[in-house]
């Protein structure tokens, strides 16, 4: 069975860069079937997806974080990251990672259980 | 960026009921729409993909139809577990978008 694993900080300071970590077990990172993805959703508000990533290297990014966030793979940890910098408290929000298919129906089909972060001083 | 308007925003109902929940997209997406419900302090978890189709292991009281610019969840009949925030999401171009949710709650 699928299994997606977040980790962060929980607290990052306004301006300093948030970086997450997604450890994916019971399957492969490398599979040429699917993305692997960070969504976010602020404290009472909808989901906002962030990025995805392929193993081959495309990647794909939500304008709204403005060129501030990098996505990237370590085959070698089963792990997807995410670096988001400079951020100020509309960062504050919980961190998804989840799978997506290659193909334009593309549902988000497992998820993590979710990464807290706040940004405050 | 396609915007994904769900009404209601909230919806009383009893076990038993028969509930719906619209999704309207800013443009017309194909069936390119999946729909997810979100328990307090868990993940979303995926229900129907491509408009009209079952995730595997989700029961069949839950339906969806539509297509272009206008989307439907059907809850045949509503069971204690059903009970929670629904979201639809557009998969018809980037960046992927998701409606505003839609809570329903027992009355």
């Known amino acids: 069975q699928l299994q997606l694993q977040e980790s962060g900080p929980g607290l990052v300071k306004p301006s300093e860069t948030l970086s997450l970590t997604c450890t994916v077990s019971g399957g492969s990172i490398t599979s040429a079937s699917y993305y692997w993805a960070w969504i976010r959703q602020p404290p009472g508000k909808t989901l906002e997806w962030i990025a995805s990533f392929h193993y081959t290297g495309t990647t794909f990014y939500n304008p709204s974080v403005k060129n501030r966030a990098i996505i990237s793979v370590d085959r070698s940890k089963s792990q997807v990251s995410l670096k988001l910098s400079s951020v100020t408290a509309t960062d504050t929000a919980v961190y998804y990672c989840?799978?997506?298919?290659?193909?334009?129906?593309?549902?988000?089909?497992?998820w993590g259980q979710g990464s807290l972060v706040t940004v405050s001083s | 960026d396609i915007q994904m308007t769900q009404s209601p925003s909230s919806l009383s109902a009893s076990v038993g009921d028969r509930a719906t929940i619209t999704c309207r997209a800013s443009q017309s997406i194909s069936n390119y729409v999946n729909w997810y419900h979100q328990k307090p302090g868990k993940a979303p978890k995926l229900l129907i993909y491509?408009?009209?189709t079952l995730q595997s292991g989700v029961p069949s009281r839950f339906s969806g139809s539509g297509s272009g610019t206008g989307f439907t969840l059907t809850i045949s009949s509503l069971q204690p577990e059903d009970f929670a925030t629904y979201y639809c999401?557009?998969?018809?171009?980037?960046?992927?978008?998701f409606g505003q949710g839609t809570k329903l709650e027992i009355k």
């Open positions: 491509a408009a009209s």
């Open positions: 999401q557009q998969s018809y171009s980037s960046p992927h978008t």
């Open positions: 989840a799978r997506h298919e290659v193909g334009a129906t593309s549902p988000f089909d497992y």
